[in-house]
């Protein structure tokens, strides 16, 4: 199967959002707090436009897309950003009104949010630039374990080497195998910390990973 990967465009995320939500069904806690109602049409379309938001104010981030030759059809994306001249700032979470249907589902989902990040951005105080951040990566179901996935990794990760810069991202159980394959190692492993009030909520399992860049 041959696949082809490219910078994606803001139209290009009305079909790589949907795969994303698509990709995890419903079944993460973390998408889902932080990025609600994906599996709705209005969900959706909240997030498309905080992603083309974020496009907008972020000169870091880039979208990468990856295309089932054969078809011409998107069956995935990934969101990177490169830090060659200063370390990556801490940002609150934030969406358009309407996001979040009460305060205190904003309240967990910054919770996670909030912890989520910590040991990556340790990492960055501790070391040096340039960094790499994979933020996202999906692919859809039926294109999963088909070499898909890969490809959108080499992709960011040939930019990474070319400038010398150690890549982070967060894995799930279902990715760790991946990115072991590629040379990430394990930061942390824990579960996201949460207020007293979130105690009955589910526990979110990380791992926090690095890969430095081959000299």
């Known amino acids: 199967m041959a696949y082809e990967v490219a910078t994606a465009s803001d139209d290009d ?5 949907p795969i994303f939500f698509k990709a995890y069904g419903g079944q993460n806690e973390y998408i889902n707090a ?3 109602r994906g ?7 909240m997030t498309i436009q905080r992603m083309i938001f974020i496009n907008s104010v972020a000169p870091t981030v880039k979208w990468e897309k ?3 030759t054969s078809s011409g059809k998107i069956i995935g994306g990934a969101m990177w950003s490169l830090h060659e001249d200063a370390k990556p ?3 609150p979470l934030d969406g358009p009104p309407g996001t979040w249907e009460t305060d205190l589902e904003k309240e967990y989902a910054k919770a996670l949010f909030d912890s989520l990040g910590v040991d990556e951005h340790k990492y960055y105080e501790e070391h040096d630039l340039p960094f790499m951040r994979l933020a996202i990566m999906v692919v859809e179901p039926e294109y999963q374990r088909r070499g898909a996935g890969a490809e959108l990794l080499k992709s ?3 930019v990474a080497d070319k400038v010398g810069a150690a ?5 799930s159980p279902e990715g760790k195998g991946l990115y072991e394959k590629f040379g990430f190692t394990t930061l942390a492993e824990r579960d996201l910390d949460l207020p007293e009030k979130f105690s009955h909520k589910p526990k979110y399992h990380i791992w926090s990973m690095v890969r430095t860049s081959p000299k």
Request: charged share 25%; glycine share 6%.
């Open 156 to 158: 960011g990760l040939n």
């Open 66 to 68: 990856i295309t089932d």
């Open 13 to 17: 995320l009305r079909q790589i959002i």
């Open 89 to 91: 700032q801490r940002f």
């Open 34 to 36: 932080v990025f609600p």
């Open 167 to 171: 890549t982070t991202l967060i894995a």
């Open 39 to 45: 599996l709705t049409k209005d969900g959706e379309e």
